[in-house]
């Protein structure tokens, strides 16, 4: 993989990222909100609460790429790349810390996880609160994604093992796992050194499937079964440490082929999860080796910082990485 890095935009560590369908990029820090224009120049900085205060998470809408929305502390602002003096919309739901904001594919609901272990969903059209998901997370909710082309599909994740899919639209759980009892049997047995926090969920363009990033330097991989249920589908385990990232890129017609994992350990993997010629349609073998139909690394490159944040653009196979340091890393994928 070719890398080159975009400094100027940050003075300390970055915390988030987040892609826009014109290729515009955005990173939240640890000092400010960044927005960068495509050939790498930081093009406005902002301090959303005209403080120093850190910008927990970022995310464009994925209909509406001129809307972008940033978390600090429990606020979340809504500003309009066109004009990004002053956000357009605030909203004070959350109870605590914000960890991650998330756009349903739709554009209509914005989703917002937090220490409480609480999920608050907004109508942004309507513009106000539209659901709390409560009662499972018994601990942090550190993630949040929506279900694409599913209309009120969504996961979570959390510092108690759990994942959860929700109905967000009657705010119940569809089913929910607990990824230490899953680990525990994968182990046979063993002792766990680390337990499964989950640092990071993200569901393919496709819905079907979601990648878990795990504590315990693990990748869980569930597949939906029907309208409700998830099922372990696969475990993959290179990391030596945490892995804090895990991202479907959006580029091309990948699907849930390929992956993106980042680590406190300082690498980043690329990982293909099945060889398309190896299934026909119903996802029964077609000849090929079963080595080349498991999952397996493509890239193992070493990053050199903990990674905090993994996005790709709609159009380019490249990645942007954020790390503790305050440079935004670009990847692009050879091969």
Known sequence: ???????????????????????????????????????GSPNIKVNPSGEKREITSVCFSPCYPE????????????????????????????????????VHDKGRYLAACDDTGTIKVI???????????SRVHTNICSTVQFRPHRPWGLVSGGMDYRVAHWDFSSGRVLHEVNVQEIAE???????????????????????????VGLEDGSIQIFSFEGKKNIAPW??????????CQVHFPRFGSLGDNVLISG????????????????????????GASTEDSMPHVLQDVTHGSKVNWIT????????????????????????
Not at 19 to 35: F, H, T
Not at 82 to 95: G, K, M, P, Q
Not at 234 to 243: D, E, F, G, Y
Not at 266 to 283: A, D, P, T
């Open 1 to 39: 993989m070719h890398k080159s890095s975009w400094s100027g935009g940050h003075t300390e560590s970055i915390l988030s990222l987040d892609v826009n369908a014109d290729g515009i990029l955005s990173s939240g820090g640890e000092d400010c909100l960044c927005v960068w224009t495509k050939d």
């Open 67 to 102: 809307q972008l929305y940033a978390s600090s502390e429990t606020k979340i602002y809504c500003y309009d790349l066109r004009n990004l003096s002053s956000s357009t919309l605030e909203y004070d739901v959350n109870e605590d810390e914000i960890n991650q904001l998330a």
């Open 123 to 133: 109508d942004l059209q309507e513009k106000r609160l539209f659901k709390t998901l």
């Open 185 to 211: 049997v994968q182990e046979a047995g063993g002792y766990l050194i680390n337990p499964p926090f989950v640092h990071s969920v993200h569901v393919p363009g496709n819905g079907r499937k979601v990648a």
């Open 234 to 243: 696969a475990r993959l385990k290179k990391h030596t440490r945490a892995v």
């Open 263 to 286: 680590g406190n350990d300082e690498h980043i993997i690329v990982w293909k999860l099945w060889n398309r010629q190896s299934e026909n349609g119903h996802g029964e073998s077609s």
């Open 312 to 335: 790709s653009p709609y159009n380019d196979k490249k990645f942007f990485v954020g790390d503790q340091t305050n440079i935004v890393s670009l990847y692009a994928l050879t091969g």
